[in-house]
Nanobody
Framework: QVQMVESGGGSVQAGGSLRLSCVAS????????LGWFRQAPGQGRLRVAS???????NYADSVKGRFTISQDNAKNTLFLQMSSLKPDDTATYYC?????????????????WGQGTQVTVSS
């Protein structure tokens, strides 16, 4: 079982910034994908940013240009730098780490969601 521990959330005003952190319970030496997801009340979990083995990054259109995903592999830590925050960014944020193979990132394989970290953006 992989444990993901998210932190760094909080309450900010629109236009503000936050940096989220995620520490995984173990290292992976094979190619893998790391991602940030968010879930607002009454909505499904949405992938907002991902990074493949410290290389290629992808962002949801709603956060592109405002969020930056990065990692410190030595510390097995994933980050999400969020700027120009909007009220629509209000959600619980989760991180995930899954294998990457010829079929791509195996997001559907992830089951070990943590408690997440709450981000609240006021207008």
């Amino acid at each position: 079982q992989v444990q993901m521990v998210e932190s760094g959330g909080g309450s900010v005003q629109a236009g503000g910034s936050l940096r989220l952190s995620c520490v995984a319970s173990a290292y992976f030496y094979s190619k893998h994908c790391l991602g940030w997801f968010r879930q607002a009340p009454g909505q499904g979990r949405l992938r907002v940013a991902s990074i493949i083995s410290g290389g290629s990054t992808n962002y949801a259109d709603s956060v592109k240009g405002r969020f930056t995903i990065s990692q410190d592999n030595a510390k097995n830590t994933l980050f999400l730098q969020m700027s120009s925050l909007k009220p629509d960014d209000t959600a619980t944020y989760y991180c995930a780490r899954v294998p990457y193979d010829s079929l791509g990132c195996r997001w559907s394989a992830f089951r070990d969601w943590g408690q997440g970290t709450q981000v609240t953006v006021s207008s």
